[in-house]
């Protein structure tokens, strides 16, 4: 589709208690999703956090009333994790379903075929029964809370901070890490969708981000 997006830039934003703010960006496109850049910036210094928030969405950590009150994040910009969850989970679900109703449809169009006397049956164009191989999404957690982003890194064992980071980029970078698994584990279904195009209905079309995310 002409109006899915190929680029999209997401700012994780937590505001400290230093009056200073912390902002990690990740850039996704349908290749490629990749931390591209770390700022802690006092809150004062306005126009410089307008220009980095501008154009993109927003993940917030914690309480940014003060920043949305500024209008230094615009709120229709900013977009939930537990949404971008939602929506993976029961789009993985109606994938798989699309899935089991066209196996049943394969088995019945094939049963009905070899039903047909086997000198009629030449007449007709030739029905196999298909064997695919299983679509394989991802297993999706139903909610987490990337404000205890290390504590899910930790439990799922992966590394949840790196050697030399200042302390007050800690949580907005493991909140970005996370957020950019979660990124490349949506664009993983999306290939295994594409490439399972069994399982996909009329109105579907690879996206880099899920649909709550770019409405």
């Known amino acids: 589709m002409s109006n899915v997006p190929e680029y999209a830039s997401i700012a994780v934003i937590q505001c400290l ?12 496109t349908s290749d490629t999703c990749e931390l591209s850049g770390a700022w802690v910036i006092r809150e004062s210094e306005k126009e410089k956090i307008n220009q980095i928030t501008d154009k ?19 709120k229709n910009s900013i977009v939930e994790l537990n949404d971008f969850l939602d929506e993976a989970n ?17 088995d019945r169009a094939y049963s009905e075929y070899m039903a047909i006397k086997p000198t009629e049956r030449k007449l007709l164009p030739k029905v196999i029964r298909k064997q695919p191989i299983d679509p394989d999404f991802q297993s999706w957690p139903k909610k987490v809370d ?7 890194l930790d439990s799922s064992g992966r590394a949840s901070s790196i050697t030399g980071t200042p302390e007050s980029m800690e949580g907005v970078l493991t909140a970005a890490r996370l957020l950019k ?35």
């Open 17 to 28: 208690s230093s009056n200073e703010v912390a902002i990690e960006v990740i850039s996704i």
């Open 56 to 74: 993109r969405l927003i993940v917030t950590l914690g309480n940014c009333d003060a920043l949305i009150k500024e209008e230094l994040i615009l």
């Open 90 to 106: 029961s789009t993985a679900h109606k994938s798989l379903e699309l899935f089991q109703e066209y196996l049943k449809e394969n």
């Open 146 to 152: 990337l404000t205890k982003a290390k504590a899910y």
């Open 181 to 215: 698994i979660f990124l490349e584990m949506w664009r993983s279904d999306e290939q295994e969708r594409l490439e399972k195009i069994y399982a996909l209905d009329s109105d579907w079309f690879a996206s880099i981000l899920p649909k709550c995310w770019l409405n």
